[in-house]
């Protein structure tokens, strides 16, 4: 009997869901669906607007959902449970999907299991390798987060390090917008980078040998700064060649501190997740020291990097399968830890 779980994500500004398919037998699940609907409305604002995100939930959920199972080939019936991003996120937006999931579970008497945002960017890598088990050191790396996990086993998390202050999609947005170039500022930035020289401005490469923390707020200072002189002295700044060496600065600390992770933990393997593991840089200069220490990296394709409902319904069958079950009397929550 397959095991077919609807995975609902909006706690940020994405409308997506996803339907995964699993036969008991096997240890993987099958993604039999994924849609996604990325909100256009934010970017005339420069930033997500958290009222609009959530309205813009509401109106778009009903469809998303009914699109997922339609290109899943399944009706209702077929569904056994609803897995749904509890938190963490905007509150209102996550509201509507775990209302909306709520709803479901009850109507159709489903199993509701409700999936912590980051726990699903970590299942992400898992729907394209279904051998894929840990123990392994992971970087998380989002709009609001940026977390170095040593993961013994599915459901242990150590914290290795967080980011004492702005996450790393955050710098890379924040600076996106202090150069003009618009949200979301991850996939402009490498955009204009794929042009500059990356060695071109000697950024600060903030805390590299300092242990497993993270601080990017000192980077986006520095670059803020050099702007700014610049543009006092009336001279214009090659935005390829900022974009470039703001973009190496931030991947190289990141790199650094995974494979040193990794090593100092004695794991074999490395997992990447979040919206910034998107950014090809990132991928390929963690490619390239993985493969110098003789480390297994995995990385989820783009499109299952940045928020989708297919690595939370990953996440959710993990834990159906754990005999893991939600209250209905849940509610959104936009400080759920690891
Ligand atoms: O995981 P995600 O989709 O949403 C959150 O949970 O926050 O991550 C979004 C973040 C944004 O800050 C965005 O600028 C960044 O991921 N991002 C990128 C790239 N694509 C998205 N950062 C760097 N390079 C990219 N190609
Ligand atoms: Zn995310």
Known sequence: MADVVLGIETSCDETSAAVLVGEQARRAPELASLVILSQDVHRVFGGVV????????????????????????????????????????????????????????????????????MEGHLFAPALEDPELAPPFVALLVSGGHTLLLDVPGWGRYRLLGATRDDAAGEAFDKVSTLLGLGYPGGPAIERLAGEGDPARYAFPRPMLDDGFEFSFSGLKTAVVRYVRSERARGEETPLEDLAASFQEAVVEVQVQKTIT??????????????????????????????????????????????????????????????????????????????
């Open 261 to 338: 992770g990794a090593v100092d933990k004695g794991v074999r393997t490395v997992v990447l997740g979040g919206g910034v593991v998107a950014n090809t840089r990132l991928r390929s200069l963690m490619a390239e020291h993985a493969r110098a220490r003789g480390l297994e990296l995995l990385i989820p394709p783009p499109e299952l990097c940045t928020d989708n409902g297919a690595m939370i319904a990953c996440a959710g069958f993990y834990r159906l399968q754990r005999g893991e079950r939600t209250d209905l009397g849940v509610g959104a929550n936009p400080g759920l830890s690891l």
């Open 50 to 117: 958290p009222e609009l995100a959530s309205r813009a939930h509401l109106a778009a959920l009903p469809a998303v959902v009914d699109r997922a199972l339609a290109e899943a080939g399944i009706g209702w019936s077929a569904v056994d449970a609803v897995a749904v991003t509890q938190g963490p996120g905007l509150v209102g937006a996550l509201l509507v999907g775990v209302v909306y999931a709520k709803a479901l579970a009850y109507a159709r008497a489903r199993d509701l299991i409700g999936v912590h945002h």
